[in-house]
C-alpha cells in the first residue's frame, strides 16, 4: 500500500483557482464551503479538510461543555490544551492565501481520513 497523499502533487491551476477558498476554509465552519463548493479542487480540498479537522477538535468539544454547563472548567482547560494549535489558524490561512500546503501538526496528517 503506498504511503503518498493525493495533496503531495497538486496541480499549479488548482492552487491559482483555490487560494482564496482555500485560506477562508480555516476561519471556524466555513471549511465546508470548500468541501462542498469545490470538490475536483486539490488545493482547496486540502486546506478545507484541515480547517474541518481544527473545527471538530477545538469548537464542538467548546459547544458541548457549555451545553452542559461546565464552561470553566472545560474552557480553562481547552484553552491550555488549545492555544498553540488556533495560533497556527493566521498562519495556515496565509500559507493558503499564498498558495502553500502546510499540514497543522497532529491534524495535518489525518486529513485523508475525511470523507468529503
Known amino acids: 500500500m503506498s504511503s503518498a ?3 503531495d502533487s497538486i496541480a499549479p491551476e488548482d492552487v491559482q483557482r483555490g487560494r482564496l477558498l482555500a485560506a477562508v476554509a480555516y476561519l ?3 471549511c465546508l464551503l ?3 463548493g469545490a470538490p475536483e479542487n486539490a488545493f482547496i480540498g486540502f486546506h478545507a479538510r484541515q480547517g ?3 473545527f471538530t477538535r477545538r469548537v ?3 459547544m458541548l461543555a457549555q451545553g452542559v454547563g461546565r464552561i470553566v472548567s472545560v474552557s480553562s482547560v481547552s484553552a491550555q490544551r ?3 494549535m488556533y495560533s497556527k489558524v493566521p498562519y495556515s ?3 493558503a492565501a499564498n ?3 502546510m499540514r497543522l501538526p497532529y491534524l495535518g496528517t489525518q486529513i485523508e481520513r475525511v470523507p468529503f
Open 82 to 84: 488549545g492555544g498553540g
Open 34 to 36: 470548500g468541501l462542498l
Open 52 to 54: 474541518l479537522l481544527l
Open 60 to 62: 464542538v468539544p467548546t
Open 99 to 101: 498558495g502553500e500546503v
Open 28 to 30: 471556524p465552519g466555513l
Open 93 to 95: 490561512a496565509a500559507k
Open 5 to 7: 497523499s493525493p495533496y
